[in-house]
C-alpha cells in the first residue's frame, strides 16, 4: 500500500493529466456521438415535407403528410417583411452573430439554469433552427451544448439567407402546420407570398409559443402578440409610425378550420397507388406534387347531383350511390364519387368504384359483342324469345329465366333484345359464346373478376358475376374507342421536391381544358389493345344509342336520351334489385352510374328497369359533361355495309316482280361478309297440339300441320300457332 501511495505522490501530475485526458475524451464521445449532420439541412434531406395531390387545373385537392404538414417555399418568393418580422420578433442580431448570441441568448440561458433550475431554449434563429430540425425537443445540458455547436457549425456552411429559409420553412405555427407556406394556407387560405404585413406579424409570432397564440383558442392573446411583433418591427426601423399605427388597430381575418380535402375517395385512391409505386415514406414526407387526371368542377357538380338524386329516391330504399367519369381515348379519370358522403358515419369512406358489385345486364353488350366480333351472329340475328329452360353438363337444375317484365316477345333481332335488355336472347348468345370464351373474352376487355369458368353459369351475363366500376368502364371504352380498350389513368404529372418531373403522362388526344369543345379522338392515335373489331364496337355503339331498339322498354322519353347528343347507353339491374346501373358513352366521355346499399340489402322493386334509380343521375352527369361539346356519332367503319332486311325473320328483303318488298323492313348494319344468307322463315310441317301450340317432344295428341316457321341457332318458332300459356322449350348444352 506505501508503495501505491509513493508512485501516485510520485507520478500525480501524469495521472492527473491522463484522467483529464480521459474525461475530455469521455465527454467529447459523449457530446459528438451521434451527431446530427447540418448539410442534410441542404434541399431538405431531412425535413419531411407534404405530398400535395392536385387536379388536372392546379386546384389543391389534399396535403398527404405524417405528422408535419409542409410545403417549402423560397426565401426570394416572400415579402420582405415576412422574413423581418420574424427577425424582429425571434433574433433582431440575426445578421451581426455567429449563430449564437453571447450577451443575448447564452447569458440567459445560464441565469435561467441557475435560478431556476430550468434548461432554457435557444435564442437565436439559427439555434432555434437545429432545435426543430436536428435535435430532440428534450431539455438537458448535453442538448444544449450539441444545439450551439451544431448552430456555430451551421453558420460555417450556409449563408444568412439560406438559414432564415430554412426556418421559414422548418418551425411549426400551430396544430400541423410546419413552415410559412402551410401556415398562410392554414390560417389565411392563400399563399404565403400573398401575406400582408399584417398577416406576416401575426404568423412571426406564432413559432415561440403556437398553441398559447392560437387564434382558435386565444384570439386576444394571438391579437396581442401579433401587436408586439410590429412593435419590435417598429423599433428595428423595418416599418414606420404610420405603418405601425395603421396596422396595429387592424383586424386580421383567420378563416376557419376546415376539412380541406376534396375528391376523398379519389385522392386516396391516388394515394395507394403512389405507396405502391414509391414506398409510405416518399408519400407521407418526400414532398411529391402530383397533378392528378381529375376535374373538381366535374368532380363537385358529381357529387352534387348525386346527393340531391338520392335524396329523392330514398323511399325507396336507396341509400348510396356511386359514379366515375372518364375519358375513354385517354382513360384518364375526371370524376369518381366512391360513395355519396364520405363523412357519413359507417361505411361513408368505402369506394364503391373499386368493390366487387353485381353489373346486372350492364354485362350484356359485351357478350353481345364477342358473338358478333367471333362473327356467330349480326345485330339482324333472330333471337326466339319464348319460355326456354336450359340443361347444361354437370349442372344438376334447368335453367330458365325469364325477362324483367315477365313477357315473352317472340322472334327478336339482337338489335332490339340488347336495346330492350331481353334475359332470354342474351342467355342464348352466352350459350352459343361458351362460358369459357366469354370469360377469356371479358379477360381481354379488362375485367379481372372473372375467374375459374367452373364457378360460373349461363346467369353470367344477367350480371351473376361481380365486377368493378372501374374496370367495367375500361371494357366499355372499347366500344367509346372503336375496339381498343384503355387502361384507367389518374396521374398526369408529378414532380420531386426539387420540382423535378419524375413522371409525365402522354397521350395524343390529351386535352387539358375539357370543358371546352373537344375534337373527335382519332381512332389511329388510340393507344390500346384491340380487344374487338373497330366494326364490332361501333354496331354496338349504334344498337346502345338507337332510341327505337329500346323503345318497347323505355318508351319514347326515358333517361337514356340526352337531347341533341348521341349516346350510347345501357342499364343494369340485379335480380335481387341489390344494384341498379347505368354507363353511357360518346367517343369523348364515359360515365358509369351505380345506386344500392353498401349493406347489400335489396332496393324497391320499383327499380326494376334501371331507369328509376341510376338512370336519371347519369343523365343529369352526362348532361353536365357534355354541355358545351358537339355532337359526336360513332364514325362507321368502311368495312360496315347497311342492307334492308326483313322485321320478323332477320332475312335479307328482296323485290318482288311487281317492285315492292318481299316483307316489312327496316334498315340494319352489318359486317361485310355477314349478312343473312339463308332463310329463316319458311313454311313446314310440325306437330301441333289440340289447342294449336307447337308440340313439345314426345307430346302425345298430336297434329301434323302446315306452319310458318322461324328459326334460331336453338330451335324454331311457329308464328301462326297459339303462344298463350306456351310450354317451356328445353335447350341441352
Not at 385517354?330 to 361513408?348: K, N, P, W
Amino acid at each position: 500500500m506505501k508503495k501505491i501511495f509513493e508512485f501516485i505522490k510520485k507520478n500525480l501530475k501524469k495521472i492527473i493529466f491522463v484522467f483529464l485526458i480521459t474525461l475530455i475524451i469521455f465527454f467529447l464521445f459523449y457530446i459528438f456521438y451521434n451527431l446530427p449532420n447540418p448539410y442534410q439541412l441542404k434541399n431538405y434531406q431531412i425535413t419531411p415535407l407534404s405530398t400535395e395531390i392536385y387536379d388536372r387545373n392546379g386546384k389543391l385537392l389534399y396535403q398527404i403528410y405524417k405528422e408535419q404538414n409542409r410545403i417549402p417555399t423560397k426565401l426570394k418568393d416572400l415579402p420582405l417583411y415576412v422574413s423581418q418580422a420574424t427577425i424582429a420578433i425571434e433574433d433582431k442580431d440575426f445578421y451581426k452573430h455567429s449563430g449564437i448570441s453571447i450577451f443575448g441568448g447564452i447569458a440567459r440561458a445560464i441565469k435561467e439554469t441557475l435560478f431556476t433550475k430550468k434548461i432554457q431554449g435557444g435564442s437565436t434563429i439559427t439555434q432555434q433552427l437545429v432545435k426543430s430540425a436536428l435535435l430532440t425537443p428534450e431539455r438537458t445540458i448535453k442538448r444544449k451544448i450539441r444545439e450551439i455547436i451544431l448552430a456555430l457549425w451551421i453558420e460555417r456552411i450556409y449563408t444568412k439567407n439560406e438559414i432564415l429559409e430554412m426556418y421559414l420553412n422548418q418551425v411549426p405555427y400551430g396544430g400541423s402546420a410546419y413552415g410559412i407556406e402551410q401556415a398562410s394556407q392554414m390560417y389565411f387560405k392563400k399563399s404565403a407570398k400573398k401575406l400582408s404585413l399584417n398577416e406576416a406579424a401575426f404568423l412571426a409570432g406564432l413559432p415561440q409559443a403556437p398553441s398559447l397564440y392560437s387564434p382558435y383558442y386565444n384570439p386576444d392573446l394571438a391579437s396581442k402578440r401579433k401587436n408586439q411583433v410590429l412593435k419590435r418591427m417598429l423599433e428595428e426601423k423595418y416599418i414606420d409610425k404610420k405603418t405601425y399605427e395603421k396596422n396595429i388597430n387592424k383586424k386580421i381575418e383567420i378563416k376557419p378550420l376546415t376539412n380541406n380535402i376534396k375528391a376523398p375517395h379519389f385522392v386516396f385512391y391516388v394515394k395507394k397507388i403512389l405507396e405502391e409505386k414509391y414506398g409510405v415514406d416518399t408519400v407521407e414526407k418526400g414532398g411529391l406534387k402530383v397533378t392528378t387526371t381529375l376535374d373538381l368542377e366535374i368532380q363537385e357538380e358529381t357529387e352534387k347531383i348525386l346527393k340531391e338524386e338520392l335524396e329523392k329516391i330514398s323511399y325507396l330504399n336507396v341509400s348510396n350511390g356511386a359514379l366515375l367519369v372518364t375519358r375513354p381515348p385517354t382513360g384518364e379519370i375526371l370524376a369518381m364519387v366512391g360513395s355519396v358522403d364520405y363523412f357519413a358515419s359507417g361505411s361513408g369512406a368505402f369506394n364503391v368504384t373499386t368493390a366487387l358489385r353485381q353489373p346486372g345486364s350492364a354485362i350484356k353488350p359485351l357478350n353481345y359483342a364477342v358473338g358478333i366480333d367471333r362473327k356467330l351472329v349480326t345485330a339482324g340475328t333472330i333471337f326466339i324469345d319464348q319460355p326456354t329452360c336450359f340443361i347444361a353438363g354437370g349442372q344438376p337444375n334447368a335453367y330458365c329465366p325469364v325477362n324483367y317484365d315477365g313477357k315473352f316477345h317472340g322472334p327478336t333481332a339482337l338489335r332490339f333484345a340488347l336495346g330492350n335488355s331481353y334475359n332470354i336472347p342474351a342467355v342464348k348468345m352466352l350459350a352459343l359464346n361458351g362460358v369459357k370464351e366469354f370469360i377469356a373474352s371479358a379477360s381481354a376487355f379488362g375485367i379481372t373478376t372473372f375467374k375459374d369458368p367452373s364457378n360460373y353459369g349461363l346467369s353470367l351475363t344477367l350480371g351473376g358475376g361481380e365486377v368493378k366500376m372501374t374496370e367495367l368502364s375500361e371494357a366499355f371504352s372499347s366500344f367509346a374507342n372503336q375496339g381498343k380498350t384503355k387502361k384507367l389513368t389518374e396521374i398526369l404529372k408529378i414532380e420531386d421536391k426539387f420540382g423535378k418531373t419524375i413522371y409525365q403522362f402522354k397521350d395524343n388526344n390529351f386535352v387539358l381544358n375539357i370543358r371546352k369543345q373537344i375534337k373527335r379522338p382519332s381512332s389511329l392515335s388510340i393507344v390500346g389493345k384491340q380487344v374487338i373489331s373497330e366494326e364490332t364496337a361501333f354496331i354496338i355503339s349504334h344498337i346502345l344509342l338507337d332510341n327505337n331498339a329500346r323503345l318497347a322498354s323505355f318508351g319514347e322519353s326515358s333517361f337514356l336520351r340526352i337531347p341533341g347528343k348521341a349516346v350510347s347507353a345501357k342499364t343494369g339491374t340485379t335480380d335481387d334489385k341489390r344494384d341498379n346501373w347505368t354507363i353511357g358513352y360518346t367517343p369523348n366521355f364515359l360515365v358509369s352510374v351505380w345506386v344500392g346499399n353498401n349493406d347489400n340489402s335489396p332496393m324497391n322493386p320499383y327499380l326494376t328497369s334501371g331507369v328509376t334509380g341510376a338512370a336519371p343521375i347519369w343523365n343529369k352527369v352526362m348532361s353536365f359533361v357534355l354541355k358545351n361539346q358537339s355532337d359526336l356519332w360513332p364514325v362507321k367503319p368502311e368495312n360496315v355495309i347497311g342492307r334492308q332486311i326483313c322485321w320478323d325473320s332477320g332475312d335479307l328483303a328482296t323485290k318482288k316482280e311487281d317492285g315492292s318488298e318481299n316483307c316489312q323492313s327496316r334498315f340494319e348494319y352489318f359486317i361485310k361478309g355477314t349478312e343473312p344468307k339463308e332463310p329463316h322463315i319458311f313454311k313446314q310441317v310440325v306437330p301441333i297440339t289440340r289447342d294449336d301450340k307447337l308440340a313439345p317432344p314426345n307430346w302425345p295428341d298430336i297434329e301434323m300441320k302446315e306452319k310458318t316457321i322461324i328459326r334460331d341457332m336453338f330451335g324454331i318458332y311457329c308464328v301462326d300457332c297459339n303462344h298463350e300459356n306456351q310450354p317451356y322449350q328445353i335447350i341441352k348444352l
